[in-house]
């Protein structure tokens, strides 16, 4: 069966219902793959945005905030369905607006209806707490949904962050509003027209498309929001934190990385090598938690450089359906990612390739490994947001800690080696929110708690503590007689 994506209008959701933005204004999308606008969306401005937000205040206090917890989770399990009937569409839909190879959209798809699943079926299981006081007294500690919450998605795995962040808040109770990426958001418009059909009430999810000094700064700022959830730049997400400071709001910041990885020379090079090239070129290396720099004990350099030449070297980027690489998100992206592989001052060790077929116009930049890269080289410290590996070599195992943990970042580790004394003592040395042991998952993880330190943000989504975050505490003190 054939499954040609459908393109939604260009219109946000607000309270239920499909609105052009108040100005009339609409936005073109551009194809990756050519270059060439092939949609549009609304261009919003703040009354939109205010307008979502009143939307999902009256669901917070109406029908929405009146579901059970129970009822919340049914609804989800509900649109997780919903997600994978229609999985192969949204997959299609996805690749024709983001880019990215099929297989990464249909991983994606995957990825969403999973993060409905687990938080639907997570929305009844975190309780309150009994808390033993003086006699005479009951103290409970009440979990309680924020309110309205704002949620700002990059443009990377838009449907990804969508579920695992809309997905926790809804579990809680909240009411959501959306602000997607204007590089990419068509599918996020699509779920949410599925969320309508699968039975959720209206205003419980909103989504307001536009540019993010527009759109996504009104709803940071708007006094109206209870707590902001955002995933992006360590730039826009230091302004998100100054926003809900002057609102006194908590938020989540979820930022970008310099993850390494790091091989032992007692390593299983033949696991580590694909794991490591896979880590770097998936998603086009516009991954936030992307390996992007290798850590090599000297003693294995030659021969783990020599494997992940020959790896990389066999990269093409292209526009097929088995491609492993296809275009970056933007010229922009590309742009940039090329002036980091011009500007490098390290040596080449590999290159791939752009396919033959690939449109002139599209957004291809072949993979790059370079090294021995400086370890304080902006190769090394800076986030390129591209297929670029940087290969850094090492003696000790205290100058890997040094050079792993001395970026400003701190999301993801990757440790190699059969050493368990040292696997165990790497994982504790390592100043970030996640740590790999002979393996590195790029992004994966529904059910695991990701997050970072410093310039790669604080709080955590995924996994179960999600809904913490997207919770408060509340204590109330019963005196009897
Ligand atoms: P970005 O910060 O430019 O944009 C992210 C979102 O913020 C978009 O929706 C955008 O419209 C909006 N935005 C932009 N300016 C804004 C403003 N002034 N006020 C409010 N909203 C604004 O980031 P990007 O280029 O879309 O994404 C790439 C970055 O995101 C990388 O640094 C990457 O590492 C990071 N990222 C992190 C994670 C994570 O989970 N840690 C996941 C994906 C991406």
Redesign the pocket.
């Known amino acids: 069966m054939q499954h040609a994506p459908t393109l939604p209008p260009a219109r946000n959701l607000i309270g239920g219902g499909w609105r052009p933005a108040a100005s009339g204004r609409e936005m073109p999308m551009i194809s990756p793959i050519d270059g060439r606008p092939f949609a549009a969306i609304a261009d919003s401005g703040p009354e939109d945005v205010d307008a979502a937000i009143r939307a999902a205040r009256a669901a917070f206090e109406g029908d929405w905030g009146r579901l059970t917890a129970a009822e919340r989770g049914r609804l989800m399990l509900r649109l997780a369905q919903r997600i994978e009937a229609e999985a192969e569409a949204l997959a299609r839909l996805e690749t024709r607006d983001n880019g990215k190879p099929i297989a990464q959209s249909r991983a994606d798809m995957a990825a969403l209806a999973r993060y409905f699943e687990y938080y639907g079926g997570a929305a009844d299981k975190l309780h309150g707490e009994v808390i033993p006081f003086l006699n005479g007294y009951d103290v409970m500690a009440l979990r309680e949904p924020h309110g309205v919450t704002g949620h700002?998605?990059?443009?990377?795995?838009p449907v990804q962050?969508f579920g695992r962040s809309v997905g926790a808040a809804l579990a809680m109770g909240n009411a959501t509003v959306t602000?997607?990426?204007?590089?990419a958001?068509l599918t996020i418009l699509r779920i949410g027209e599925l969320a309508g059909e699968a039975g959720f009430p209206a205003g419980a999810i909103n989504i307001v498309t536009?540019?993010?000094?527009v759109?996504?700064?009104?709803?940071?700022?708007h006094p109206g929001v209870d707590f902001i959830s955002?995933?992006?730049?360590?730039?826009?997400?230091q302004?998100?934190q100054i926003?809900a400071a002057r609102n006194h709001i908590p938020c989540t910041?979820?930022?970008?990385?310099k993850s390494p990885q790091i091989v032992f020379h007692d390593a299983d090079l033949e696991a580590a090598a694909p794991v490591i090239v896979n880590a770097i070129v998936q998603n086009g290396g516009?991954?936030?938690?992307?390996g992007s720099r290798v850590l090599i004990q000297r003693g294995i350099w030659e021969r783990l450089t020599a494997m992940l030449a020959e790896r990389f070297g066999a990269v093409v980027a292209g526009p097929a359906e088995g491609a492993l690489l296809g275009p970056l998100?933007s010229a922009r992206?590309k742009a940039r990612v090329e002036r980091y592989i011009a500007e490098a001052a390290a040596p080449l060790i590999a290159r791939g390739t752009v396919a033959r077929d690939a449109p002139s116009a599209g957004f291809y930049v072949a993979p790059a490994l370079f090294g021995p890269v400086d370890p304080a080289s902006p190769l090394a410290q800076e986030?390129i947001?591209g297929p670029v590996l940087a290969a850094i070599p090492f003696d000790t195992e205290a100058e890997a800690v040094a050079i792993a943990n001395g970026t400003e970042y701190g999301?993801v580790a990757g440790i190699w080696t059969r050493d368990g004394d040292r696997q165990a003592r790497m994982a504790r040395a390592m100043r970030c929110g996640q740590v790999f042991i002979n393996g590195y998952g790029a992004?994966g993880g529904i059910e695991l708690p990701?997050?970072?330190v410093r310039k790669?943000?604080h709080g955590r989504?995924k996994g179960f503590v999600a809904l913490y975050e997207f919770s408060r505490l509340k204590t109330v003190v019963h005196r009897f007689a």
């Not at 700002?152 to 795995?157: A, L």
């Open positions: 700002i998605i990059p443009w990377n795995y962050i602000k997607p990426a204007e590089d958001c536009g540019r993010g000094a759109a996504g700064q009104a709803l940071a700022e955002f995933t992006g730049s360590p730039e826009v997400g302004a998100i926003a910041l979820e930022l970008g990385g516009q991954t936030c938690s992307a998100i992206q986030e947001f999301l992004g990701f997050g970072g790669s943000g989504e």
